[in-house]
């Protein structure tokens, strides 16, 4: 049984890889590790795949050979979670979902006390017992398990307490597209509590059209139903909702570096814990520049929300986030929080009053373009003549920046050419695509 942690948890196939048997495995190994550190209570939330509910029980029955106990939360998108995990003290998090990813994966992410990603400390000593024979305690400390059903309701009233009382979303119409995942019940709740119109879509959850054709990697879903029904927002969650894609009124696509830019550029405290903005390596060129113009210093992190967060924490930041949507506003929570970071951004436009286009005017993306490759096996990034490649088009002085890896979360090679004209990003990152193809 070869479990590892990747970029976001242990994540794979349900059929082949997430099995009971290893979820039954990963909770007595991580009920362990866990135990060690004081914490002997877990809250389980998931999403709403079809596996999540076969996994929940063997994952439960391995917390509770550890001698830990067990709160499940149900489906509670990823963010909630962890919400909760830090709220309700001595408790550790964990959540079965495999985020933008298909039905037919699944995966485990952990929560430490305070809300966040575990260290590598803590992932390589749950890794360790993974390859080893598990023993129940005994019988008199076996944990017990336990319904939490107030869990959507406060993270509701959680989400609607970050945005100043001195702001109204009456005035305004959102589409909001919950992937069928499992944001499907508390984020339409909150966005019509706080006296928004809502237009809901992708909230019909089936166990198989998780993040299908709609969310986060599909915000065009949400951007034609912006412009039908002259919608002043479109929201884009993906799965387990610590992703965001925003549409303003024209019908934009804001990704991950324009809610970064908003946000930076709403803010007018740059000093202290404001002084700087994290992103990552695959964060546009023109972020970079944009954030350090507004007087911000920027760093460049790993590609993985819990290596922003990281960061953060090392520098004494408060605001970072990736491209693909996961923004972490620490100022208010510890992990990814699409809900949260939506909320921020529509409240901080709100009080500019100005359009997102108005702000975004004042910085210019470098032309970037991104492709995946699925592969059976990702060590093809280190083959001589895909690294000879790279080296080759990193010394054309036509080209800004070039990125080749291997995807955290799935069997894919990423590659990301940036250049100042599209089509030279364009014919590179072909170049790539045909070379990386011709070795499989």
């Known amino acids: 049984m ?13 059929e082949t890889h997430i099995t009971p048997e290893a979820c039954l495995k990963i909770g007595h190994a991580t009920g362990i590790v866990m135990k060690e550190q004081g914490w002997n209570h877990v809250m389980i939330g998931k999403d709403t795949r ?30 909630g979670v962890a919400y909760l995990t830090k709220s309700l003290r001595q408790k550790f998090g964990v959540v079965i979902s495999a985020s933008h990813n298909d039905f037919l994966d699944n995966g485990i992410k952990i929560f ?39 869990s959507g309701a406060r993270y509701v009233e959680f989400c609607k307490s970050t945005v100043p009382s001195n702001i109204s979303f009456s005035s305004l119409r959102i589409v909001l597209d919950c992937a069928n995942g499992a944001c499907y019940k508390v984020s339409p709740e909150v966005f019509k509590e706080l006296g928004a119109e809502v237009i809901p879509i992708g909230v019909d959850p089936d166990g198989y059209n998780i993040n299908l054709k709609c969310g986060s990697t599909c915000p065009e879903v949400v951007q034609k139903e912006v412009i039908k029904h002259r919608a002043d927002f479109g929201i884009s969650l993906d799965g387990d909702g610590d992703r965001v894609i925003i549409v ?22 740059r000093v202290g814990s404001w002084s700087g903005v994290v992103g990552t390596l695959m964060s546009n060129l023109g972020l970079e520049d944009g954030i350090e113009k507004l007087g911000y210093k920027f ?49 901080s436009l709100l009080m500019l009053e100005k359009n997102p286009s108005e702000v975004l005017s004042n910085y210019k993306k470098m032309p970037q373009i991104n492709i995946a490759v699925s592969v059976k096996n990702k060590d093809i990034v280190n083959d001589k003549d895909l690294v000879n ?29 940036e250049a100042p004209e599209e089509k030279v990003a364009q014919k590179f990152a072909n170049d790539l695509e045909s070379l990386i193809k011709s070795k499989i």
């Not at 967060?309 to 992990?335: A, R």
């Open 2 to 14: 070869n479990l590892k942690f990747g970029t976001d948890g242990i994540r794979g196939p349900v």
């Open 50 to 79: 079809v596996s999540g509910y076969m996994l929940e029980s063997a994952l439960q029955a391995g917390f509770i050979a550890a001698g830990v106990d067990v709160s499940l939360c149900g489906p509670l998108p990823t963010p």
């Open 112 to 150: 430490n006390a305070d809300g966040e990603k575990l260290s590598k400390e803590l992932e390589k000593k749950i890794e360790k017992l993974l390859a080893s024979d598990l023993k129940p305690v005994k019988t008199e400390n076996l944990g017990k398990a336990e319904r939490f059903d107030e």
């Open 248 to 269: 303003d009124k024209e019908g934009t696509i804001l990704d991950g570096d324009d809610l970064l830019y908003i946000l930076a550029f709403s803010n007018p405290n």
């Open 299 to 347: 760093k460049r992190a790993d590609v993985g929300d819990k290596f922003v967060s990281s960061m953060l924490s090392k520098e004494g930041w408060l605001l970072g986030g990736e491209t693909s949507g996961h923004i972490i506003c620490k100022d208010l929570v510890s992990t990814g929080d699409g809900t949260i970071a939506a909320l921020k951004v529509i409240s």
């Open 389 to 417: 490649l790279i080296k080759e088009i990193e010394s054309d002085i036509t080209v800004g920046r070039i990125l080749v890896r291997p995807s955290g979360t799935e069997s894919k090679i990423r590659v990301m050419v």
